[in-house]
């Protein structure tokens, strides 16, 4: 059982928005701004896509966004795209004897 | 940026394996470094990270007195070094960059560890 708690699956259609959802609790989501969410698309490998709760790396689009409240992240992707397809991963720090924790990951499918 | 591991295969219970991660594409020595494993069906657990020359290690408890992490800067390579391996090491192990922003910019493909008997 992974340390954040994330749905396993969502789906949406071509254009909608969908959100992923990612509860932690005080010691790790809560406790620190440095939540990151990564895609993991088949055959590929995970791929960065927001830092520090709401910050983009370089090429990634703006469709993802992200935003915390309380122990609770979440990253939204709106204008679904079919290649958006796959998993998504959030992550956050833990401090210092737990370091990094992860979610268990959700499957977007863009039906 | 490029990650490239190797190493992994299949162990059985108690045995070693040592798995490598070539890196090219940037300035190697200057990153910290991490190993991040997932088992199937799972979510990604972190296990180890080293600092950019190569002091300042870190395990997860599930890994701490059987694995080990260092690095050959001259190389571009990290390095684990698995010891009394269990089934549950059992996992997809990726090699993974800093990013200086308390997450991980680049991943590798992965290496295969299975242990079983």
């Known amino acids: 059982q992974s340390a954040l708690t994330q749905p396993r699956s969502v789906s949406g259609s071509p254009g909608q928005s969908v959100t992923i959802s990612c509860t932690g609790t005080?010691?790790?989501?809560?406790?620190?701004?440095?939540v990151s969410w990564y895609q993991h698309l088949p055959g590929k490998a995970p791929k960065l896509m927001i830092y520090d709760v709401s910050k983009r790396p370089s090429g990634v689009p703006d469709r993802f966004s992200g935003s915390k409240s309380d122990n609770t992240a979440s990253l939204t992707i709106s204008g679904l795209q079919v290649e958006d397809e796959g998993d998504y991963y959030c992550?956050?720090?833990?401090?210092?004897?737990?370091?990094?924790?992860f979610g268990g990951g959700t499957k977007l499918t863009v039906l | 940026v490029q990650l490239v591991e190797s190493g992994g295969g299949l162990v059985q219970p108690g045995g070693s394996l040592t798995l490598s991660c070539v890196a090219s594409?940037?300035?190697?020595?200057?990153?910290?470094m991490h190993w991040v494993r997932q088992a199937p069906g799972k979510g990604p657990v972190w296990v180890s990270r080293?600092?950019?020359?190569?002091?300042?290690?870190m395990f997860a408890d599930s890994v701490k007195g059987r694995f080990s992490i260092s690095r050959d800067n001259a190389r571009d390579t990290m390095y684990l070094q698995m010891n009394s391996l269990r089934v549950e090491d059992t996992a997809v192990y990726y090699c993974v960059r800093d990013s200086r922003e308390f997450s991980f910019d680049y991943w590798g493909q992965g290496t295969v560890v299975n242990v079983s008997s």
């Open positions: 005080g010691s790790d989501v809560g406790g620190y701004y440095y």
């Open positions: 080293i600092k950019s020359d190569g002091s300042g290690t």
């Open positions: 992550c956050s720090y833990a401090g210092f004897y737990t370091y990094w924790v």
């Open positions: 594409g940037f300035d190697f020595s200057t990153y910290w």
